[in-house]
């Protein structure tokens, strides 16, 4: 990387980093520290929200599966809008109006501290999960173009965003967030206008956009009713509905960033603002993902991505030379494929539909080489490396990256991708510490300690979970996608929290030893659907044999659901007996 790469990206890290410290020098109460002062505006709000969702794997990941799977990916965000509405209506105004710290303090009052207690313990593992995989997301750039070994830098950035966030707290966060998000979508944009300028000569951006239709890599609304497909218009405004009210109404990591606004006002246009421009953010992000996809279709790309497990493998005698057989055969393969291309976006001008189709036809083809090219080096690769994870799309976009872009320009990217992964960690691990102190310690175990003993017990908790997040980093490369190991981690249990919420919110008549045991069984219900469909395992249904097939998308409605069908019929059971008693 070129100094002037390693300037830009130093110092846009440094600038936030001193400034997100010299802004909260003045933090020294439990108060300030967990929920900030109460003073944001609308648009810092609105940012803070996005900046804590789009971690660095939204930046890292996303282009990688619109790369390999298209536009689909954005369905997943159709509910946002939707949500947002029904949050800003609903849920803010019983917030503001409790005065609380956390989401889960209302649940007490409502129903019970068990509910409230394992209400936050199932955001705490969730969320805590997710922290780890917005640390691994960074760590696999640094050591992808440093050459460092991933583990010593996912233990080195973890650290790092640990000690920032100890700093100064919420107050740190949200003071920082909307600079690191300004530097975001000025970077994905940079993006995609370098892209269509390294387009070939006689390739332009409309030749770029039909091509990639032609290859199905424009389609974005798929209405099938199809289970099994993850990403479908039902899905993302049905499951994807559930998720989002889960996730920014019940999750302490977006609930924290809304309840620093100044007023019920701000922190609902915040919120308004977030679901009116995060679905075109994601539409950008998918973009460039497309036109990374176009542009390695006349720039030779790796014959696997990632660049960790071919250096590995170009050093085991035994494979070495099968590796390096394969890699000839791609480069030959990719000259023809160049020649395939460039013919058939010519005939695409034509409009002649048999020549279009001929031509369609032999691309498809030699694609379908290409891929079998890729799954044989895969294979050869996992034989070579058998703890070796073999998905690469992850890898696309550093790719691209490390190896094409200018210089200058390296260094922006490299910072957008930084900004991210510190803005969303931060949220996390920030909300991790307030929730543990304020609904376990504080609530359960020390309840009456000086304000400076939950101060520095927050900061602690900070530390502890900064830990615990790196420990599962060091595991992240076990998932496909580290986009779709965010949602499904979310997905395993946000129906659960948002039915809770749900019957807290609308079904007055429910009492909390209901929907304690119908919480506790449906979250075992949903980790069992999970485990099923993931493994294939078949269970017997009325003497038959029955194997799960569920996108992970529906196991927020499937869990919101039964939350609310279970414990209405438990509350009929249980408050009849106990009235008799």
């Known amino acids: 990387m070129a100094l002037i790469d390693w300037i830009v990206l130093v110092g846009t890290i440094a600038g936030i980093i001193i400034y997100g410290i010299w802004k909260t020098r003045h933090v020294n109460t439990t108060q300030s520290y967990l929920q900030g002062d109460h003073d944001l505006k609308w648009w810092s709000i609105g940012l803070s929200i996005m900046a804590t969702q789009a971690s660095a794997i939204t930046f890292l990941s996303t282009p990688g ?49 068990a509910t409230r207690t394992f209400t936050a313990i199932l955001f705490l593992i969730s969320r805590g999960l997710a922290a780890g995989l917005t640390i691994f997301a960074p760590a696999i750039i640094i050591s992808t173009i440093l050459g460092w070994q991933l583990n010593l830098t996912i233990l080195i950035l973890g650290a790092g965003v640990t000690l920032y966030t100890v700093s100064g707290g919420t107050k740190a966060v949200s003071v920082t967030q909307f600079h690191q998000m300004v530097i975001i979508l000025a970077g994905m944009f940079v993006a995609a206008i370098v892209l269509v300028y390294k387009l070939p000569e006689n390739v ?45 109404g019940t999750d302490q990591s977006q609930v924290q960033r809304y309840l620093s606004g100044k007023t019920l006002t701000e922190s609902r246009l915040g919120l308004m603002f977030n679901g009116l421009l995060k679905v075109p953010m994601q539409f950008l992000i998918l973009f460039v993902g497309i036109l990374v996809f176009v542009f390695f279709q006349f720039n030779k790309s790796p014959l696997h991505f990632n660049e960790g497990n071919t250096n590995a493998i170009k050093k085991n005698d035994s494979y070495a030379l099968q590796y390096e057989a394969l890699n000839k055969e791609h480069e030959t393969l990719f000259e023809r494929k160049k020649e395939v291309i460039h013919q058939y976006i010519s005939q695409l001008k034509t409009g002649d539909e048999k020549m279009i189709a001929a031509g369609k036809a032999q691309v498809n083809q030699v694609m379908k080489e290409e891929k079998e090219l890729r799954v044989e080096a895969g294979t050869l690769i996992k034989k070579a490396l058998p703890a070796a994870s073999i998905k690469d799309t992850d890898y696309v976009f550093i790719t691209f990256i490390r190896d094409f872009l200018p210089v200058g320009i390296v260094g922006l990217l490299l910072a957008v991708i930084f900004s991210a992964s510190m803005s969303s960690t931060s949220s996390e691990l920030n909300s991790l510490a307030t929730t543990t102190v304020i609904d376990i310690y504080k609530r359960s175990f020390i309840k009456d300690q000086t304000d400076q003993h939950y101060l520095f017990v927050s900061k602690a908790f900070t530390l502890l979970w900064g830990a615990i997040a790196v420990v599962f980093a060091l595991s992240a490369r076990l998932f ?87 414990s209405f019929i438990l509350n009929k059971i249980l408050v009849p007996a106990s009235k008799k008693l």
Do not use: H
């Open 65 to 113: 599966q619109a790369y390999e799977d298209g536009m689909g990916f954005a369905q997943f965000y159709f509910g946002l809008p939707l949500a947002m509405v029904i949050l800003s209506v609903f849920v803010l105004p019983i917030y503001y109006k409790l005065k609380v710290y956390t989401a889960y303090e209302y649940l007490e009052g409502r129903f019970n501290l």
């Open 204 to 248: 332009g951006f409309t030749d770029a956009v039909r091509f990639a239709g032609s290859m199905n890599k424009l389609q974005v609304v798929d209405f099938s009713w199809d289970l099994s497909n993850r990403y479908t218009f039902w899905s993302g405004m049905i499951g994807g509905v559930f998720l989002f009210l889960s996730y920014f």
């Open 480 to 566: 496909e996608n580290l986009i779709q190991a965010v949602n499904i981690v979310g997905s395993l249990f946000y129906g659960t929290i948002l039915g809770i919420f749900l019957v807290g919110f609308f079904m007055k008549a429910v009492k909390g030893q209901a929907v304690f045991i119908a919480a506790i069984a449906t979250e075992l219900i949903i980790l069992l659907l999970f485990y099923l469909n993931e493994t294939g395992t078949p269970i017997s249904f009325g003497g038959k044999e029955m194997v799960v097939n569920i996108g992970y998308l529906w196991l927020n409605l499937i869990g919101c659901s039964l939350v609310m069908i279970v």
